[in-house]
Structure formats: C-alpha cells, structure tokens
C-alpha cells in the first residue's frame, strides 16, 4: 500500500502525458506529474517521493519535500483564510487546511503560527491544528543534557515555548537565548531540566563543567587568532559574548574560569588575555 503522508522509494512503470506512473513489489501505483519528473529518469529506476492527496483529491506523488510529517509539530506561515478555515505553506503545491474548530484562535494571513501535522482518519487528507496541547505528552525518556529537537512556539514574557522530539512540551527561556532564532525551523537543544508537571526547560548550549572543553578551546583559539587578547570578559554583556564566540556568558565565565585555573589566562571585567 502507498500511504498518504509518507516518503516511498518506487518504481517507475512507464511514462504517459502527464506524467510517469510509479509502482510498488505489490502493485500498487501512483502518479507523479510531468513537473516533478528529473531529465534523467527512465523505466525501471527508483525514485524517492512524498505521496499527499492534491487539490482534487486524488492520491498524487512529489519530490517536494515537505516542511513537516504526519505527528510533527511545525512553525509555519498562513497563506489563506477561507469559509473552511486557514490554509498553512508545508512546502507542497497544495497548502495544509486548519479547519476552524482545530483553531485556538482567529488566524490571519501572513501569520507565523505553531501546528500539529496529522492525517484526517475520515478524508486521509493532511491537516493541521493550533490546539497544540492535545498532541503532547509527559516527558519520558529523557535525560538531563540529552541532545533533543525544537519546534519553536509562541513568543511569552518569560521565553519561547518549544515542542520537544515532536512529542513533549518545553520553555527556552530568553536568558538562554543569544541571537536570531530562525523562524520556521527546528533547532537542536539540550535538556535542562525535567520538571514535575512533566514539561522540559531546554536550553541551546551544553551546559555543566563536563562540557566545557570545547569551550575552553574555542576561548584559545579566538585569543590565537587575536594577538593574545579578546574584547570580552567578566562585565562584558551577553551579546557582545556570543557575537565573538558564539557561547552564552553562562558558559564562557566557566571555561574562563577553568582556563585561569589552568594558568592559561588572565581575566578582566572587559578582556580576557592570553597568559605569557
């Protein structure tokens, strides 16, 4: 069986007008239109395809990739608002509904909005929903450190809330934060913390004494590659940190710190020197 909603690798049958017919080792077949067809491609090659149901309703093949799977969260733009819903770019040639009653609230054009991708059990269509709570979990499975993939949420006062491996519930707070988060993308974190409620606080860096050595060698490079001496140190602000080293303060306190210790520096409220 094809499903809806998944990448296949098939076969290709034979060509026809509009397109070439692909097949699978238990007959099943599928179109895939002229526009998607690579120069190169002939009978008997394999190829890799997204299968998805197109605007009139018909089973169809791409080789578009799409912006995010079936039970996947997704950071994604409003293109339309019709009498049905809104509709969201998933990177396809057909757009994603979110019907109204699957909208937390009114949606606009041109918004940046947060979804959950799922396929409709009674019309085996992509759709997409904003009631992102029903679609997470209690975190399980994971470990403080763990290296984990972020989906990011709305913007609150105290951070962004983060949709973690797809499945759990998160904050990155704006203290872990140091540059231009890129909108509509994951972005990988690490866990910070685990908490009761069953949510994870993430943050962007590695954090803990155990991680520092790739800071420590970063901080000796930059000072390398500067004469023995960089524009930052103890009083110098996050910004400023991360612009040069692309480390939180958190994190290039404690490798200074350690690299003092070492006798590798010497550290002051504005640079930190190289130790002749």
Known sequence: MIDIGQDHNLTV??????????????GD???????????????????????????????????????????????????????????????????????????????????????????????????ASTKLHKFTQKAEGLEVGDEVELVLGPKTDIGYKVFVNHKFQGMLYHNEVFTKLPLGASINGFV???REDGKVDVRLQQDGYEHLSQFDQKILEALEEHGGEIPVGDKSNPEEIYDLLGMSKKNFKKAVGALYKAGKVLPDSQTTKLKQ
Do not use: C
């Not at 070439?20 to 238990?26: E, H, R, S, T």
């Open 192 to 194: 910070a913390k685990i």
């Open 29 to 127: 077949e599928i179109l895939l239109p002229n526009k998607y067809i690579p120069k190169d491609l002939e009978v008997n090659d394999t190829i890799n395809v997204f299968v998805y149901k197109d605007s009139e309703d018909r089973p169809i093949a791409t080789t578009l990739t799409p912006k995010a799977y079936p039970n996947q969260f997704a950071r994604l733009e409003v293109t339309d608002v019709s009498r049905v819903g809104a509709f969201v770019d998933i990177g396809l040639e057909k757009e994603v509904l979110i019907p109204f009653r699957e909208q937390s609230r009114n949606l606009e054009r041109g918004q940046w909005v947060t979804v959950f991708i799922y396929l409709d059990e009674t019309s085996n269509r992509l759709v």
């Open 13 to 26: 049958l034979r060509f026809t007008s509009v397109g070439a017919f692909l097949g699978n080792n238990i």
